[in-house]
């Protein structure tokens, strides 16, 4: 009896290591670079969705390229991709006889879906939650036989007698109707006047990322590049009229005016996908465009990759920054008053360009605003002040009309760059509407008096405290193993417990720190 239940354990703990093994193909990415990917959604709520910087690969070129190589290795690396920020996603479809696959490898989509899905269901909760978008090209490659008439542009026409083959189906079960936004939905928010546009017109445009998250629950907006699908059969999935999608070379005009600007927020879903070098990925998130890398990597060396995630997936935030408040300790002998828990903008005339960093609320910068809610008009004050002295609402510092703001986008960050080239400024430092005064490493817009939407979550913690890598709970588990293993409880005869264990680890997972 003892000896099966040891077994049982140590069979356990290596399936565990296995797994935390193998879990990161990539270096999980630290608090503070969470913390900023994080902020940068939650700056860009008010942003619709076409016009978010989205970061992406094509699967194929990346990593689901070698039918020798072990699927679900691949599929983890894919999932270490989604962790470590990319949000959308190249998959290239092929028919096969009884289901759809995935090109160059064995997987077939339902595979594929699951995980994806479990990715999903890992960040599905207000503090993790993101939008995905994934990108369908169906290879007019190997079809069988009979079920196409074999012209490259044609329709695809499937048995219908086998339910694998039927996109909605495999969507339904694998993915889950309500996680994905479908054309319907957006006919709807249309209607109802919830969509915007570059305009500001309600009945056309996008959903805002805020509605899109925390009103509608939606992750996942599938498209399909290729039009091959009838698309009186596939209700879910937009066709690729809704976007503007450049491979090799870019086909957009670099902004250089605000009129410029203007016409290119007007294209909704620019993506560009090529390959890249860290300073071209950085350079077309300026432009406006979504990146999708298609250098090639294998599951060896993927995590080189890491370079062009690093210059891409933050374009906000300074290297390293938000550093946490707790790490800028008050020096002793001064008498003024010390907060780093506000952002300043700061300006690099040489290579103009800029990146925002941690400072010190109390000491005394000139502020940006911006005029009504124009996206490109922006205004650096006169005056210098504290950052309390810049409320949102206040028309002391900024001009008639003007308003205390951030650049919300790449684009609008690009505008405000050429601005202050072209008035000839120096390097310099001004305050934007981001801090974290309300709760430590939590920041948020609205200026100085601004709550923390999850204060609720984390009443008197500091924020960073409740970053847990989905890694560290792997080990949390092993622990839990060696735990029961020492109390000698027989995980098979003891399930229930077991289960209550892991509920309760995956609800403080959810809900934050217990105090
Ligand atoms: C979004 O817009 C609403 C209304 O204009 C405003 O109250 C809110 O603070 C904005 N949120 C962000 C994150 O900018
Ligand atoms: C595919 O994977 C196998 C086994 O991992 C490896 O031997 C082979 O070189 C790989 N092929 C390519 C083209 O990378
Ligand atoms: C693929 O890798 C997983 C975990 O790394 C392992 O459990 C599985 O047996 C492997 N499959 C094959 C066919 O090698
Ligand atoms: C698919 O069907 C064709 C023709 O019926 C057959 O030759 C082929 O082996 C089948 N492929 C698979 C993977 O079953
Ligand atoms: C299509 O091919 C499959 C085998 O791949 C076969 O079972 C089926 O009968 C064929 N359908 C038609 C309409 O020929
Ligand atoms: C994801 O969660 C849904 C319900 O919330 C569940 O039905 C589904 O099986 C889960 N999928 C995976 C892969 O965990
Ligand atoms: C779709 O795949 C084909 C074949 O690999 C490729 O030639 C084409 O450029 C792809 N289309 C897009 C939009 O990526
Ligand atoms: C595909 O599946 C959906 C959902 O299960 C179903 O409503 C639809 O009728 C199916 N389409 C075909 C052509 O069988
Ligand atoms: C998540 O956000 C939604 C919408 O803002 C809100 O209704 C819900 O209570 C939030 N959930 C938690 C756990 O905070
Ligand atoms: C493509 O999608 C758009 C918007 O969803 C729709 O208006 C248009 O009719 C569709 N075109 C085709 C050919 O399906
Ligand atoms: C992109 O443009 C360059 C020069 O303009 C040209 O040499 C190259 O072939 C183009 N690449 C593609 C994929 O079109
Ligand atoms: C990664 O490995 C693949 C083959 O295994 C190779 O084709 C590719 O060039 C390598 N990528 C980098 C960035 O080294």
Same mark, same amino acid.
């Given at each position: 009896?003892?000896?099966?239940?040891?077994?049982?354990?140590?069979?356990?703990?290596?399936?565990?290591?296995?797994?935390?093994?193998?879990?990161?193909?990539?270096? *999980?990415?630290?608090?503070?670079?969470?913390?900023?990917?994080?902020?940068?959604?939650?700056?860009?709520?008010?942003?619709?969705?076409?016009?978010?910087?989205?970061?992406?690969?094509?699967?194929?070129?990346?990593?689901?390229?070698?039918?020798?190589?072990?699927?679900?290795?691949?599929?983890?690396?894919?999932?270490?991709?989604?962790?470590?920020?990319?949000?959308?996603?190249?998959?290239?479809?092929?028919?096969?006889?009884?289901?759809?696959?995935?090109?160059?490898?064995?997987?077939?989509?339902?595979?594929?879906?699951? *995980?994806?899905?479990?990715?999903?269901?890992?960040?599905?909760?207000?503090?993790?939650?993101?939008?995905?978008?994934?990108?369908?090209?169906?290879?007019?490659?190997?079809?069988?036989?009979?079920?196409?008439?074999?012209?490259?542009?044609?329709?695809?026409?499937?048995?219908?007698?086998?339910?694998?083959?039927?996109?909605?189906?495999?969507?339904?079960?694998?993915?889950?109707?309500?996680?994905?936004?479908?054309?319907?939905?957006?006919?709807?928010?249309?209607?109802?006047?919830?969509?915007?546009?570059?305009?500001?017109?309600?009945?056309?445009?996008?959903?805002?990322?805020?509605?899109?998250?925390?009103?509608?629950?939606?992750?996942?907006?599938?498209?399909?590049?290729?039009?091959?699908?009838?698309?009186?059969?596939?209700?879910?999935?937009?066709?690729?009229?809704?976007?503007?999608?450049?491979?090799?070379?870019?086909?957009?005009?670099?902004?250089?005016?605000?009129?410029?600007?203007?016409?290119?927020?007007?294209?909704?879903?620019?993506?560009?996908?090529?390959?890249?070098?860290?300073?071209?990925?950085?350079?077309?998130?300026?432009?406006?465009?979504?990146?999708?890398?298609?250098?090639?990597?294998?599951?060896?060396?993927?995590?080189?990759?890491?370079?062009?995630?690093?210059?891409?997936?933050?374009?906000?935030?300074?290297?390293?920054?938000?550093?946490?408040?707790?790490?800028? %300790?008050?020096?002793?002998?001064?008498?003024?008053?010390?907060?780093?828990?506000?952002?300043?903008?700061?300006?690099?005339?040489?290579?103009?360009?800029?990146?925002?960093?941690?400072?010190?609320?109390?000491?005394?910068?000139?502020?940006?605003?911006?005029?009504?809610?124009? *996206?490109?008009?922006?205004?650096?004050?006169? *005056?210098?002040?504290?950052?309390?002295?810049?409320?949102?609402?206040?028309?002391?510092?900024?001009?008639?009309?003007?308003?205390? %703001?951030?650049?919300?986008?790449?684009?609008?960050?690009?505008?405000?760059?050429?601005?202050?080239?072209?008035?000839?400024?120096?390097?310099?430092?001004?305050?934007?509407?981001?801090?974290?005064?309300?709760?430590?490493?939590?920041?948020?817009?609205?200026?100085?008096?601004?709550?923390?939407?999850?204060?609720?979550?984390?009443?008197?913690?500091?924020?960073?405290?409740?970053?847990?890598?989905?890694?560290?709970?792997?080990?949390?588990?092993?622990?839990?193993?060696?735990?029961?293993?020492?109390?000698?409880?027989?995980?098979?005869?003891?399930?229930?417990?077991?289960?209550?264990?892991?509920?309760?680890?995956?609800?403080?997972?959810?809900?934050?720190?217990?105090?």
């Amino acid at each position: 009896m003892q000896i099966p239940r040891k077994l049982l354990v140590i069979w356990a703990l290596l399936w565990e290591v296995i797994l935390c093994v193998n879990f990161e193909v990539l270096p *999980a990415i630290d608090s503070q670079t969470q913390n900023a990917i994080r902020s940068q959604r939650d700056l860009m709520l008010n942003v619709t969705i076409d016009q978010l910087p989205l970061v992406g690969v094509n699967l194929r070129k990346v990593i689901l390229n070698n039918a020798s190589t072990n699927d679900t290795e691949s599929l983890l690396g894919m999932q270490s991709l989604m962790k470590n920020g990319v949000q959308n996603f190249m998959l290239e479809l092929q028919l096969r006889n009884d289901s759809w696959g995935v090109r160059d490898t064995n997987l077939d989509l339902q595979a594929f879906l699951v *995980a994806f899905e479990s990715f999903i269901n890992k960040t599905d909760d207000n503090l993790s939650a993101n939008i995905l978008t994934l990108h369908l090209n169906i290879s007019t490659e190997e079809l069988p036989s009979n079920s196409t008439s074999g012209d490259d542009q044609s329709v695809i026409t499937v048995d219908p007698s086998k339910p694998m083959l039927n996109l909605t189906y495999v969507l339904d079960q694998f993915m889950g109707r309500f996680r994905i936004y479908t054309p319907d939905d957006l006919r709807t928010d249309r209607q109802l006047g919830s969509t915007f546009d570059t305009y500001g017109q309600s009945n056309s445009g996008w959903p805002t990322l805020n509605s899109f998250l925390y009103l509608k629950r939606k992750r996942v907006l599938i498209t399909e590049v290729s039009n091959r699908l009838n698309y009186s059969e596939v209700p879910y999935i937009f066709n690729n009229t809704i976007l503007h999608y450049d491979v090799g070379n870019k086909t957009l005009e670099t902004p250089n005016t605000i009129g410029e600007l203007l016409y290119t927020s007007t294209i909704s879903w620019r993506y560009l996908e090529a390959e890249f070098t860290p300073a071209e990925i950085q350079q077309y998130i300026s432009m406006g465009y979504s990146p999708v890398i298609s250098n090639h990597y294998s599951i060896g060396n993927l995590t080189q990759i890491s370079e062009l995630l690093g210059s891409s997936i933050i374009w906000s935030w300074g290297a390293g920054e938000p550093i946490p408040a707790f790490t800028t %300790a008050t020096p002793k002998n001064s008498s003024s008053l010390v907060a780093y828990n506000c952002a300043l903008l700061k300006y690099y005339s040489t290579n103009n360009s800029a990146a925002w960093i941690v400072g010190n609320c109390y000491d005394k910068k000139q502020g940006l605003c911006r005029y009504a809610e124009q *996206a490109f008009d922006w205004e650096v004050t006169e *005056a210098d002040d504290t950052y309390f002295a810049f409320e949102q609402r206040s028309e002391c510092h900024c001009s008639d009309r003007y308003q205390f %703001a951030l650049p919300r986008t790449p684009l609008e960050l690009t505008s405000l760059v050429i601005d202050l080239e072209r008035s000839g400024t120096q390097d310099k430092e001004i305050w934007i509407d981001l801090n974290s005064i309300a709760v430590g490493d939590c920041w948020v817009t609205g200026g100085p008096y601004a709550t923390c939407p999850y204060q609720k979550v984390v009443p008197h913690r500091n924020f960073v405290d409740m970053i847990t890598p989905v890694s560290v709970s792997c080990c949390v588990i092993l622990l839990i193993v060696f735990y029961l293993n020492l109390l000698r409880v027989p995980i098979h005869s003891n399930r229930k417990k077991w289960r209550k264990v892991v509920n309760e680890l995956s609800k403080t997972e959810l809900d934050g720190v217990p105090l």
